[in-house]
Every structure is written in structure tokens, then in C-alpha cells.
């Protein structure tokens, strides 16, 4: 029996892969077309959004939204990956710096920044991913490139013998990379810095609250109906008869859309018909789902 097409959203654990729990979830589904949006690292936590058969068309435009984390930021250590999974490769004592200084740098890391990503993303340089580049020995630089972090903020520091944690939460916009902020902070200050923890909480609509932990869906797997997901995602419009049934072929209506991004089609009967996007008064379907 094929599963219904729908968003599954995990609370991810830490030491195991985003492709870990697809695999997982695979399994639990019946079904091979699972993917995630926005891949986790094995240290980090939180929600991960997984589509499962005809919503996995939803993933690519879900990973454009902004997402939030939790985080837990070292001032005194630079490591190879920027997180706690890397060698150290430098160490300088952090005792010396001030909270004012803190939040200057902070501050100037929010907003509409040009960031450097980790040299281990999974970026492709020349076909390959950059972490894999790294691991088979080679050095590698990737170019800066324009990200926005709605919100940086300093909740808690913890000062312990020459290293200063620091607990933050992070509001930024798709392809935004918080170990490449915890090197860049610890950089302006002098010292270094990298991660030690990272949890995303949200991303777009989707709360780590409203996420299943993988022992809880082994117990009782649910599914975020395709409908519902796409209302929770995106603007939504009802159109008439006539209407869905161009919509439903993939063609054009005359549009005015409030916003830029995505819009979520439904015909008079709630069904979900499509995603589309304004261009010249016209739109454009992104995916069709009928």
C-alpha cells in the first residue's frame, strides 16, 4: 500500500546523519521517496522536515525559509570544522574578553552579512563536496556569500578558566551556516571560537515542539497531511472550478500576489492543486500536484 503523500517532522538526535534518519523514516513509511529539507549535522539536534512520496516536491521550497536554532558558541578554540567534531588547531585565552566586546561583534554579524562557509559544508567545488575535498586532503576555500541573520542574541556567558561559552539563539535565512558565525565572532574578537551545540527549534512554520522524536514514530508514525503542510508552509489561495482546472494542467492565470515566494493553490473542494509564484501578472506553476 502506497503512504500518503505528507511531511513527517522529526526531533533529530544527536550522532547520527540527516541520511540516518531518511533511511529510518523509509522504512517506517514503506517507502524509498523520503527526503529531509536542510540537512542537520550528526552533533546537532532538532527538527528535521522530511516529505514522504508526492510532498517530498515540497522540500525544496520549504529549505528557503528562515530557520532559528539554539546554540552553544566556545571563545577560545578554533577547530577544523568550526564545531566540536574538528581538531583544535589554535588556542588563545578568552579570560581577557569583555561582554561589551561581545555584543559589538555580535552585532556586527547581524543582518544582511557576506559569510564564508565551513570548508566542511556539503558545498560542491569542481563537482565534489567541500567536507569530502577536506578529507581526501585537500585545502579548500569557499567564496563569501550573502546570508541574513534576523536575529543574534546572547542569553547566557559562562566563563571557565580561558575559554568563554556563550548560549545564543540564531534567526537567519536559508544557507546561513551557525559554525561559520561562532568562527567569524571568535575571530573578530582575537581568540577564535567554534561550536559545541547546535539545536534547531523551527524551520519556516515548523516548531521543534510539533517534531517526533524516531522512538516516538517507531511507536506511532504520523504524517503531516499534504494539505496541511502546505497551508502551515505557505501563502494559500482558493480558486474556482475553472480555475483549478488550469491550474491542475499546468497553465497560467492572470495573478496579483501581496508577496514574493510561493503561493499554495487549492480548488473549492480543499484540495491542494499546486505551488505558484507571480511573474509579470501571471502565475507561474512551481509544482503541480493533481
Known sequence: MTP??????????AGVTSH??????RRLAGTRRVGHAGTLD????????LGIERATRLLG???????????????GAST???DAEGDVVETRSAAA??????????????GDIEQVPSSVSAIKVDG??????VRAGDTVVLAARPVTVRSFDVHATRRTDEVVDLDVTVV?????YVRALARDLGSALGVGGHLTALRRTRVGPYVVAGARTLEQLESSFEVVPIEAAARAGFPSREVDDEQARVVAHGGQLPWESAGAGPVAVFGPDGAFLALVEERDGRAKPLAVFV
Open 20 to 25: 540516518d534518519v531518511v533511511a529510518r523514516v
Open 128 to 133: 565534489k563536496r567541500a567536507y569530502a575535498k
Open 80 to 82: 577544523v570544522t568550526d
Open 97 to 110: 574578553v569583555q561582554a561589551e566586546e561581545i555584543l559589538t561583534a555580535v552585532a556586527a554579524l547581524t
Open 172 to 176: 537567519c535565512s536559508s544557507g546561513t
Open 42 to 49: 550528526p552533533m546537532a539536534t532538532g527538527v528535521l522536515v
Open 61 to 75: 521550497h520549504l529549505a528557503l525559509t528562515d530557520k532559528a536554532y539554539d546554540a552553544t558558541i566556545r571563545l
Open 4 to 13: 500518503p503523500g505528507g511531511l513527517v517532522l522529526v526531533d533529530k538526535p
